[in-house]
Nanobody, 125 residues
Framework: QVQLVESGGGAVQSGGSLRLSCAVSGSTSNMYCAAWFRQAPGKEREGVAG???????KYADSVKGRFTISRDNAKNTVYLQMNNLKPEDTAMYYC???????????????????WGQGTQVTVSS
């Protein structure tokens, strides 16, 4: 059973920064692709950022230039650096990962991939 454990969420003021971390258990092959999604109350879950392989990334238009996804394969960890946070970034953030044969789609990780339990990010104005 592959486990993903997110950390780094919290409450910040508008304009602040947070770095989310997602530790993936087992082999690095479990996270050939990885992504961050978020879900705000009353809204559908949306993709925020994804990475496939070493350098292929994708970002939602709403976070481009502010968020950066990165990975450390030696630590089996995926990060989401979030700068210039806005109140509309408030949501539960979920990490997801998948082995290569599953990767595909808008943010690379399908629903059938591995998912974490989420970490809350709250941005106040």
């Amino acid at each position: 059973q592959v486990q993903l454990v997110e950390s780094g969420g919290g409450a910040v003021q508008s304009g602040g920064s947070l770095r989310l971390s997602c530790a993936v258990s087992g082999s690095t092959s479990n996270m050939y692709c990885a992504a961050w999604f978020r879900q705000a109350p009353g809204k559908e879950r949306e993709g925020v950022a994804g990475v496939s392989g070493v350098v292929t990334t994708k970002y939602a238009d709403s976070v481009k230039g502010r968020f950066t996804i990165s990975r450390d394969n030696a630590k089996n960890t995926v990060y989401l650096q979030m700068n210039n946070l806005k109140p509309e970034d408030t949501a539960m953030y979920y990490c997801a990962a998948a082995p290569r044969y599953l990767c595909g789609g808008d943010y690379y990780v399908p629903r059938s991939g591995y998912w974490g339990q989420g970490t809350q990010v709250t941005v106040s104005s």
